[in-house]
């Protein structure tokens, strides 16, 4: 599939998320301004995105993009380089996890990175009208939404409200080949792969992905670490 192919490549020129070179990343000082370069292709933002999570996991944020002059530029327009799709876990913030400030990364999250419409507008809206080259699928470790999800699942029982929405959507990547606490965490990889297979067969997606202007990535955020590495 040449999604996956050109999803692969990409990446891979990071070697593995979050260990890239401190060379990689584009800041050149903890205080940056409205001129710091945006970065144009997905092997680009993967590289950038890899630099972030670098600094923020060894305690070296640059904080960058949030000075007067970007707040200023801002005012005129957006252009950021990267769409995360993540969950609504308030441990997960991408802008944190990948030291980026204003105007740098696009973020739409919904429990346990569940794709609805609204969901999946928001993605073709930043791919398609802000050229955006890079979307990653960010799941994490203990992600409460495919937990809840799993223990539905073997009990039977439902969950209140809204939430079985989430449940019933998360429900056909549960890897029930594990058990206990190794099925949670394995259906957490899975959940993630299954949502950027089904982004990159969105036709609109995948024509900017053939043309190599586009790259979808599956990563996942280890909590104990603050590691980002990728889901295959």
């Known amino acids: ?24 990343t584009t800041h050149t000082s903890p205080t940056t301004t409205a001129s710091r370069r945006r970065p144009g292709t ?27 002059a970007v707040r200023q530029s801002l005012t005129s327009g957006q252009h950021p380089f990267a769409l995360v799709l993540g969950c609504i876990d308030s441990r997960v913030p991408p802008e944190l996890v990948f030291d980026q400030g204003l105007g740098d990364l696009m973020t739409v999250r919904s ?11 928001s993605v073709a809206y930043g791919v398609l009208e802000l050229n955006i080259p890079l979307v ?34 998360i429900a056909p990547n549960i890897d ?37 202007q586009l790259a979808i990535v599956g990563a996942r955020y280890e909590l104990t670490t603050q590691r980002v590495h990728r889901v295959g």
């Not at 394995?186 to 992905?209: C, F, G, M, Q, W």
């Open 111 to 121: 429990a346990g990175e569940v794709l609805d419409e609204a969901v999946l507008g």
């Open 176 to 212: 029930r080949t594990q058990e206990g606490d190794a099925r949670i965490d394995s259906t957490i990889d899975a959940n993630v792969r299954a949502i950027r297979t089904h982004l990159a067969a969105e036709p609109d997606l995948a024509a900017k992905v053939a043309s190599g």
């Open 136 to 169: 990653m699928v960010l799941g994490h470790q203990s992600c409460g939404a495919v937990k809840a999800a799993v223990e539905s699942d073997l009990s039977g029982e439902r969950l209140p409200a809204h939430i079985q929405y989430i449940a019933d959507r």
């Open 42 to 68: 997905p092997e680009e933002a993967l590289r950038e995105l890899a630099a972030g999570n670098r600094r923020w996991r060894t305690f070296r944020q640059h904080h960058p993009d949030e000075s007067p």
């Open 1 to 24: 599939m040449r999604f996956g192919l050109t999803g692969a490549a990409a990446l891979g020129a990071t070697a593995a998320l979050g260990t890239a070179p401190a060379s990689a």
